[in-house]
T-cell receptor, first 111, second 115 residues
Framework: SQQGEEDPQALSIQEGENATMNCSYKTSINNLQWYRQNSGRGLVHLILIRSNEREKHSGRLRVTLDTSKKSSSLLITASRAADTASYFCATEKNQGGKLIFGQGTELSVKP | DTEVTQTPKHLVMGMTNKKSLKCEQHMGHRAMYWYKQKAKKPPELMFV???????INESVPSRFSPECPNSSLLNLHLHALQPEDSALYLC??????????????FGEGSWLTVV
């Protein structure tokens, strides 16, 4: 069974607004990684947050991790039309090397 | 340079054909992966190689046969596939298998259609 669930499944916003996506998982993890996937393309790695970290930033991205609630969020600030894509969270369990993906959030940013 | 290169980008094959998907990375990574992604679904792990040895096989049917000829290359040999095997096949690599800081990088994928 899938480790992660994401919500919302789809999100539509205007350019310049912030977008927040949430991810929940079920078991203990080594790390949690966020990826972006444009339609029909491969996965682009966005950010990795270790299980002992609570928050990380990268440019317009902010990721939080709450291991007590087994949840993470990805915030994209000042969104652009080019941010339109599917976003996946993926957890790596203690077994190592096996990423289990959430169902993904489809983000649409309207110009 | 965080690049994983996959060829071909698109492949159409008949159910009796034998074909191969290829993946290459020059980042010195010692772990390589194959994932399968159906339309509108998340990727699912198929195989993991660590130091050129098969480490994880997620109960994948034998019509998919992975091969790691050296630390930079990973192949997926395909034989007697079914139409339901049509999907995007993603190759990935990371410095090591596992670890708290183990960033996994993906290629652009190979679109496979079985007719």
């Amino acid at each position: 069974s899938q480790q992660g669930e994401e919500d919302p499944q789809a999100l539509s916003i205007q350019e310049g607004e912030n977008a927040t996506m949430n991810c929940s998982y079920k078991t203990s993890i080594n790390n949690l990684q966020w990826y972006r996937q444009n339609s029909g393309r491969g996965l682009v790695h966005l950010i990795l947050i270790r299980s002992n970290e609570r928050e990380k930033h990268s440019g317009r991205l902010r990721v939080t991790l709450d291991t007590s609630k087994k949840s993470s969020s990805l915030l994209i600030t000042a969104s652009r039309a080019a941010d339109t894509a599917s976003y996946f969270c993926a957890t790596e369990k203690n077994q190592g090397g096996k990423l289990i993906f959430g169902q993904g959030t489809e983000l649409s940013v309207k110009p | 340079d965080t690049e994983v290169t996959q060829t071909p980008k698109h492949l159409v094959m008949g159910m009796t054909n034998k074909k191969s998907l290829k993946c290459e990375q020059h980042m010195g990574h010692r772990a390589m992966y194959w994932y399968k992604q159906k339309a509108k679904k998340p990727p699912e792990l198929m195989f993991v190689y660590s130091y050129e040895k098969l480490s994880i096989n997620e109960s994948v049917p034998s019509r998919f046969s992975p091969e790691c000829p050296n630390s930079s290359l990973l192949n997926l040999h395909l034989h007697a596939l079914q139409p339901e095997d049509s999907a995007l096949y993603l190759c990935a690599s990371s410095q090591e298998q596992g670890g708290s800081g183990n960033t996994i990088y993906f290629g652009e994928g190979s679109w496979l259609t079985v007719v």
